[in-house]
């Protein structure tokens, strides 16, 4: 079906999915682009504010020598975050003697336990960070949770027992992605509209372009092709102009045109040269046989049985010149039509019996016919006896003095088959493909050479089929098939 449409709707079928493909691609590469800028600003977005929690925590440990979870929860609503807290190790902690009171281990205590409390990711990753000093980060569905290390300074040492860069604690930070998502939609669906917009306008600005450069002059090319079809080798086409493929293609039409119309008419002149000279040669034996008749006629003194007897030959060949002219005009004048009626099968084969058998008798040929089937069928009589007569005519010049020709009618499947087989010297294989051919004669019989052609067009025009087999040296057999 693909191969039937035309060249714009194949284009379209081809590249519109290739557009749509590219920049459902495209919007794809940018989502997951701006998906990774997004965990980046994420990220630093965490730090910033991990930093700045820091910070404040360590002047206020250096002020007031006491984290007040007050002001962390201000820090937490200031900062819309989700959740802010301390995961504290006290023995990465190693606070001076002078600050461990017991209200002070208590509160550490119960900040170790809420961290205890929290859910499996801020556990592994949050002592992790509290070894390896490395911060992590992880998003949780629309959720971004980052744990950044605190790292010792030279002013926590009033404080704590640690050297400069150790870990004393982490700060869990976890803040919504919802605005940043919604963001990142409102983007992919902007670049997918403007990319769709933009693919459309390529696309029909493109079809016009098609349509002006390439559709119509290809339109043009095939009308010409048309019009040189029907044999118009001299009407002036109108076809596409410039220098371009379809131009220089345009000129070659042009010189192929007239190439045809050389052709042509060379091969007019040879064909009707070789059928006149065929005609010529075909038609003057019955002539000179009603020439002879008359000057015998005229010339002698003949009884009237030796007379009619003369009258009888010419008057056969004149019907013989009457049927090759008649032939030549049905097949030449293409305009054969057929009359498709009930008939007797029966009475058809005691028509082509009457008209064959005279000839086959003066040449010692025996006739026998086998009506397996002679009641009615639904077909044209008078041409289907004459395509069998000429058939048997065809065949006659195969067939030797003393031998036989057979014609059979039978049916099968609702279909009526007519047989006609010899035992004469069968035709050449060379000439098998050629003999239903006009003008094609493989002996010099007393025809047009369209015996065949014309009785291969009766059977065609009816629906039906014809075909031959034949071996040289043990005969030819013809078979008919007509729809009943």
Known sequence: MFRNMGIAVKLFLLFVPIF???IALSIYLNNTYQEEQMQVQALESASQKAHIVRESLVNMMVESQIVDDNFLERVKKAAELNDLYMRIDTAQLRLAEDFMDSTRIARLSERMLYAQQKDDYDNSYGNEVLKSGQQKWIRIGDNFRAMIPFKAEKKCQRCHDVQIGDVIGVAHLEFPLTKIIQANQENSLRSAMISGGVALVIIVIGFVFFR???????????????????????????????????????QAFVRMRAALKQSQDAMRISTVGQVAASLVQDFRAPIKEIENVINEIKNSQLDPAKKNELLDEAKEAAQRVNR?????????????????KLSSVGKLLRSVTTSVKPDLDRQ????????????????D????????????????NYVPPGGMIKLTSDTKDKILIFTISDNGSGIPDAFKEKIFEPFVKVVQS??????????????EKQGGKISLKSEEGKGTTYTISLPM
């Open 381 to 396: 009589a008078e041409r289907t006896a004459r395509a069998l007569d000429n058939i048997i005519s065809y065949t006659a």
């Open 446 to 459: 007393g025809g047009v050479g369209l015996d065949l052609a014309l009785a291969k067009m009766i059977i």
């Open 20 to 22: 749509v493909v590219g």
């Open 212 to 250: 002006t450069l390439v559709q119509s002059p290809l339109k043009k090319l095939e009308l010409a092709s048309q019009e040189i079809g029907t044999g118009n080798m001299s009407g002036e086409l109108k076809l596409p102009e410039g220098n371009d493929e379809v131009g220089k293609l345009a």
């Open 324 to 340: 090759m002219t008649q032939d030549l005009i049905d097949f030449t004048s293409g305009t054969m039509n057929v009359n498709k």
């Open 364 to 379: 010692i040929i025996r006739f026998e016919v086998n009506p397996h089937y002679d009641a009615s069928a639904m077909i």
